[in-house]
C-alpha cells in the first residue's frame, strides 16, 4: 500500500525526472522535448531545512511540483513522508505546504483574514479550529493587528509572509518553499528568515529554493545545487564552501573600470572567476577569485593603474563563491558528499 512506517525520511526522490513538449512553428509546427529534470536522487531527513540551488532554469520549481504532486515524473519516483507522490498524491498533499515567491495565489480584494478563511475551507481545516488556527499564524508571520486590511495595501514582505501562512493553514508537516524571499528588502528578508527558522525549530521539514545564496547559507542543514537537471553537489554549506576554501578571494572598489579591464584580469595565471557589481555612478566592486598561492594583489592592481581605488581588501571565501564554482565548472575541488 504504500503507506509509512517510522524510520520514513520526509522526502526521498529517486532517478525522478521530467521532460516537457513544446511546439513552434505555426506554418510547420515542430514538437520539441526539454529534459528540465534528468534523474535526480535525494533524500531529506525529517527536521531538515533542505536547500536546492540553481541558476535560472536548472529544474528547481520542476522538481518541488513533482514532489508536491502538481506534476507527475516521466520516470523515477518520489516518496514524501513515505507516500509515493504518484500512487497517493492526496495522502501527499494532505500533509505538505506549498508557498512560492511572487504576486500569484492572495485575493487582493480580501483582507489577510478573509483570505486565510477562505483558504483554510479549501484545506479542509475543521470549522472550530479554523480561527484560532488563522490567528496563530498571523502571530507566527507577524501581521496580527493588520489582518483587516485588503491585501491589495500590502508590500511585498507582508504578502510573503501571508503566503507563509496561507501555505501552513492544515499544519503541513513537511513545507515547500520555493524563493519565497524574491524581491522582499533586507529587513522584510530577515524577518522572513526568522520566521523560515522558527518554524523548522517546530520540526517542519523545509525545502527552501533560493537565488540568495547568504541565506541558504544561514538558513540550510544542507543544500543540493542543481544545474541542467541534474545534482552537482549535496552537502552542508561548510561541506561545499570547503571545495573552494583554499581559494584566494580579492575585493577592489574601483572607478572607471571598462571592460577591457575586466578580460585582462579574468587572463592573469591562476585567476578562477572575475565578478563587477556597480556600487555607485562611477564605482563598482570588483571580485576576483584565484588558486591558492597566485600572487593576485600586485598582478590586478598593474592591471588597474591610473584607475581611482577606493578599497582592497582580502575575505574568506562565502557560499556564493562555492556556489558559482560547482555552477561555472569542473575546476571546483568537491570535498563535500556527492550523491
Ligand atoms: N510548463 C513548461 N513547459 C515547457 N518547458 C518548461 C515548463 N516549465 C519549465 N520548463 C522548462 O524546464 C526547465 C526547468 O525549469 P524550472 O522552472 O524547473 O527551473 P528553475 O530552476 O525553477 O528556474 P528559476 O530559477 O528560473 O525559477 C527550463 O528550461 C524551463 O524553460
Redesign the pocket.
Known amino acids: 500500500m504504500g503507506l509509512p512506517h517510522g524510520a520514513n525520511p520526509a522526502i526521498e526522490a529517486v532517478n525522478l525526472s521530467?521532460s516537457?513538449?513544446?511546439r513552434s512553428g505555426w506554418l510547420r509546427p515542430r514538437t520539441k522535448t526539454?529534459?528540465?529534470?534528468r534523474g535526480v536522487s535525494f533524500t531529506i531527513e525529517r527536521g531538515e531545512l533542505f536547500g536546492?540551488l540553481?541558476?535560472?532554469?536548472?529544474?528547481?520549481?520542476?522538481?518541488?511540483?513533482m514532489l508536491n504532486t502538481l506534476l507527475l515524473p516521466t520516470d523515477g519516483t518520489a516518496r514524501v513522508l513515505g507516500f509515493d507522490v504518484t500512487e497517493h498524491p492526496v495522502e501527499v498533499r494532505r500533509r505538505i505546504g506549498y508557498v512560492f515567491g511572487g504576486d500569484k495565489g492572495l485575493y487582493d480584494r480580501l483582507s489577510a483574514l478573509d483570505n486565510l478563511r477562505y483558504f483554510a475551507e479549501l484545506y479542509g481545516v475543521e470549522a472550530a479550529r479554523q480561527l484560532p488556527r488563522i490567528h496563530e499564524l498571523l502571530e507566527l508571520v507577524g501581521l496580527s493587528g493588520r489582518e483587516r486590511e485588503r491585501v491589495e495595501g500590502y508590500s511585498r514582505g507582508m504578502r510573503q509572509r501571508l503566503h507563509i501562512a496561507r501555505g501552513l493553514l492544515h499544519e503541513p508537516e513537511v513545507l515547500f518553499l520555493?524563493?519565497p524571499s524574491i524581491g522582499v528588502d533586507p529587513v522584510a528578508a530577515r524577518a522572513l528568515r526568522e520566521t523560515v527558522e522558527g518554524l523548522n525549530a517546530q520540526g517542519v521539514t523545509i525545502l527552501l529554493?533560493t537565488?540568495y545564496m547568504a541565506e541558504a547559507d544561514e538558513l540550510c542543514d544542507r543544500i543540493a545545487v542543481?544545474a541542467d537537471?541534474v545534482i552537482q553537489v549535496i552537502g552542508t554549506p561548510e561541506a561545499l564552501k570547503s571545495g573552494v576554501a583554499a581559494d584566494t578571494v580579492v575585493e577592489i572598489e574601483v572607478a572607471g573600470l571598462t571592460g577591457e579591464h575586466e578580460a585582462s584580469l579574468r587572463a592573469l595565471s591562476g585567476v578562477l572567476w572575475v565578478e563587477a557589481e556597480k556600487t555607485e555612478a562611477q564605482a563598482c566592486l570588483l571580485t576576483i577569485r584565484a588558486k591558492a598561492g597566485a600572487d593576485i594583489y600586485s598582478a590586478a592592481l598593474g592591471i588597474l593603474a591610473g584607475l581611482h581605488i577606493v578599497r582592497v581588501s582580502g575575505r574568506e571565501p562565502s557560499l556564493e563563491d562555492a556556489y558559482v564554482a560547482i555552477v561555472g565548472g569542473p575546476a571546483y575541488r568537491a570535498s563535500a558528499e556527492t550523491p
Do not use: C, F, S, W
Open positions: 521530467r516537457y513538449q513544446i526539454i529534459d528540465a529534470v536546492l540553481g541558476p535560472n532554469g536548472a529544474g528547481k520549481t520542476t522538481t518541488i511540483k520555493d524563493e529554493t537565488h542543481i537537471g
